[in-house]
């Protein structure tokens, strides 16, 4: 964890009485609804198709058990025993009474948390690698990074207003699980030839009507230079940026307009005037940001243990758990263990407020009280000794957290939809328990392996459906809930956007049509280790498209 | 009737608006549009005339450095609430082109909600939307005692060890 210091506490504490105030103005009719709304959105308040909706930032993921306990406490005070947590790690609670999200605000602040830009035109929550720190395959941790980007970023003066909203993440390890390349701007921590670290920055990908792969402005960006390159970037956009229409208004746009040539011109030429200002970051600057972050004193004789074998040789249902949910961990007798959000039953992505506080006490107990949201919409605990795992299997199963489908088809991400969101056009909570109820056998779903199944309710794309292995997008048909499907999506580091079908499928169609596709794969793959992506890549839409619309023609 | 504020205390506004097709006066402290700076050409009446200029917020400062700089008062536009363009025309006007004159905040977005944020990016003085209570929005520059930005040293400063103890969670 960051620990915030007294300055960081100033900052939240006054957030609240600023938000309190504007509350209380709006109540009183002395803000104009459309002004507040503004600012209300910068502290995460929606007001949603039944009730207000209240976001939370969890800065790239990270949390204690004792702000998920806090998150438990608000479940049950605020709301309806649950939260969501979303595809960007963040939590959202959907049935706070708009009078009461100051209360909830200063609750959240004495755990060292916010609502803070969570939402409204702005630069949002960072969001990084659910294995951070822990990862085999990192370069280093990229969350001090963050963190610095997060403060830059907080209540900056110059870019709280900006064309759109802004969203930025990080990657620093070999495999891409942030999916740095569709985001406003994306970066990915290198080392050069020259051994020295630095970045390597793409700026306009997203996802949304016009869903980009955003394309590298910068191959190789000094370590010092982080957060000057962002300033020039920011201003940029915030002074070219389209406010004409809404939907050209993110900087994807303003880079395809411009041309990517002439954009990184124009971000150069900016950076060149402030790069050796105070924003330039100094030697120790960062480590000083390293050493706010805990460490842990991992046990040097975790791998010493025996159980662990035993138990996977002895019980065939924690092997199967422990074959999808664990993951390697840098440090020898320790694992991953990732907490399955998707369970049957379950929109994606929900927890109950007893869920969490119980798995806020196996943190304390079994992974140094601490906590990741990844961005499939599960938890991490990320640092768990070998010999413990066997108990926290068992605690979580008695959960319900311990669907062992973490990659596989059902583990499948989902924006609220026509649920709880207003701007929705289809259900997407409905169509994914479909789905489970299609592809309830784990040996069938082991056997479809990797997959990632992403579906939203409308064009924003919350749900990521345009990076889908298989993507789902909820239409509106004359009043009716239709279902257009991409094949061939990924945010990894192959980023692509999937490509159509064809004609959408009716709220019935929509499950078995996945069906079909998943047959097709399993007919054509060349064997058992051709993934679903490699082998559509290999084969096109053709034999899809034959399958899926074969009944039509006949 | 709007009012001119600074932190701490309501202005007098010696500055006056002339309308585009309105005739300059000899002397005087006046406000020009933009547009009608450019149409005089430099032909500017000689005598005791202090001019200010009103600047769209889609104007580049910088490529205009030269003719802005001589100018005792700049009032930058901001035409909505949530347009903040004008808030990086301020930041490079002051930060880049070290702009010594008065840095004047009007508009739509002049209000108690977004003064500080105004403050942070370097304007000197804010001629509020007809509707703000000026003592309100003095109190506002207060809302937050301290910042993030806008550059770093504050941060540097805190996160030396010893400087800010990181409080218990
Ligand atoms: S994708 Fe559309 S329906 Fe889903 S949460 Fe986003 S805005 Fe709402």
């Known amino acids: 964890m960051y620990r915030y210091d007294q300055y960081d506490q100033t900052l939240v504490d006054e957030r609240v009485i600023q938000f309190r105030d504007q509350t209380r103005r709006y109540l009183a009719g002395e803000l104009p609804a459309d002004e507040f709304r503004a600012l209300r959105l910068r502290n995460g308040l929606y007001v949603q198709r039944f009730a207000p909706m209240l976001r939370i930032a969890i800065p790239y993921g990270l949390l204690s058990s004792r702000q998920l306990r806090m998150l438990g406490h608000i479940a049950r005070t605020y709301d309806k025993h649950y939260g969501h947590f979303t595809t960007r790690q963040n939590i959202q609670f959907n049935w706070p009474a708009l009078e009461r999200v100051p209360d909830i605000l200063a609750d959240l602040a004495s755990v060292q948390m916010h609502a803070i830009q969570t939402s409204g035109n702005c630069i949002r929550n960072v969001t990084s690698d659910h294995l951070a720190g822990v990862a085999a395959d990192e370069l280093l941790d990229p969350r001090p990074y963050c963190e610095l980007t997060r403060q830059w970023a907080t209540f900056h003066p110059e870019f709280n207003w900006l064309p759109r909203k802004f969203k930025i993440a990080f990657s620093a390890a070999g495999g891409d699980r942030a999916a740095i390349r569709v985001h406003d701007i994306g970066v990915q921590i290198v080392r050069n030839d020259a051994g020295e670290l630095g970045y390597t920055i793409y700026v306009g990908g997203g996802l949304g009507r016009t869903p980009i792969i955003g394309p590298m402005v910068r191959e190789f960006l000094p370590e010092a230079d982080l957060l000057s390159y962002f300033e020039a970037v920011l201003r940029v956009y915030n002074r070219l940026g389209r406010r004409d229409n809404i939907y050209k208004a993110r900087i994807k746009i303003l880079v395809k307009e411009t041309g990517l040539a002439a954009f990184r011109q124009m971000v150069e030429a900016e950076w060149e005037q402030i790069k050796d200002s105070e924003l330039r970051l100094q030697p120790g600057d960062l480590d000083a940001m390293r050493a706010r972050f805990d460490t842990f004193d991992y046990d040097p004789s975790a791998a010493s243990d025996t159980s662990f074998d035993a138990h996977l040789a002895a019980d065939s249902a924690f092997a199967a ?40 006490e196996l943190a304390d107990r079994y992974a140094f009280g601490e906590v990741r949201v990844t961005h499939d919409q599960n938890l991490v605990l990320a640092d768990v000794r070998q010999g413990d795992l066997y108990p926290l299997w068992q605690s979580l199963r008695d959960l319900g957290l311990a669907t062992p489908n973490i990659g596989l088809l059902t583990d499948l991400i989902c924006c609220p939809g026509l649920d709880f969101c207003s701007l929705a056009n289809a259900g997407s909570i409905g169509v994914a328990q479909d789905i489970f109820d299609l592809f309830d056998n784990l040996d069938d779903q082991h056997d479809i392996g990797p997959i990632k199944v992403k579906m939203s309710g409308c064009m924003n794309g919350c749900g990521h459906h345009s990076v889908g292995h298989i993507g789902i997008l909820g239409v509106d048909k004359k009043g009716e809930e239709w279902y257009q499907v991409t094949l061939g999506g990924s945010a990894e580091n192959d980023a692509s956007l999937g490509d159509r079908t064809g004609p959408s499928f009716s709220r019935d169609e929509i499950a078995p049509a996945v069906q079909k596709i998943i047959d097709v794969y399993l007919r054509m793959r060349n064997s058992e280790d051709e993934t679903f992506l490699a082998c559509y890549r290999r084969i096109g839409m053709a034999p899809f498209k034959a399958e899926l619309y074969a009944t039509e023609a006949a | ?72 008062l700049l009032v930058l536009d901001f035409p909505s609430f949530a347009d903040g363009r004008a808030y990086s025309q301020a930041r490079l006007l002051k930060a880049r082109l070290g702009y010594r004159g008065e840095l004047r905040a009007a508009g739509q977005a002049v209000v108690r909600d977004q003064l500080q944020s105004l403050q942070n990016c370097g304007f000197d003085s804010y001629q509020l939307r007809g509707d703000q209570d000026p003592a309100l929005c003095i109190g506002a520059f207060a809302d937050f005692s301290a910042s993030y930005q806008p550059n770093l040293l504050a941060m540097r400063k805190r996160l030396r060890p010893g400087s800010h103890a990181p409080l218990a969670q």
């Open chain 1, 321 to 360: 758990w422990a074959r999808r949910n664990l993951q390697p961990h840098r440090v020898a007798g320790y694992k991953v263990a990732f907490v399955s959000l998707k369970a049957q039953g379950i929109a994606p992505g929900d927890m109950t407020d007893t869920q969490m506080d119980a798995v806020a």
């Open chain 2, 1 to 72: 009737m709007s009012a001119l504020i600074r932190p701490g205390e309501v202005l007098d506004n010696r500055w006056i608006e002339i309308a585009d097709d309105a005739d300059l006066p000899a002397s005087g402290q006046v406000i020009l549009s933009w547009a009608r700076w450019l149409s005089l050409d430099g032909q500017i009446p000689t005598g005791d005339l202090q001019i200010g200029l009103r600047l769209p917020n889609t104007l580049d400062v910088v490529a205009h450095a030269s003719q802005l700089q001589s100018h005792p």
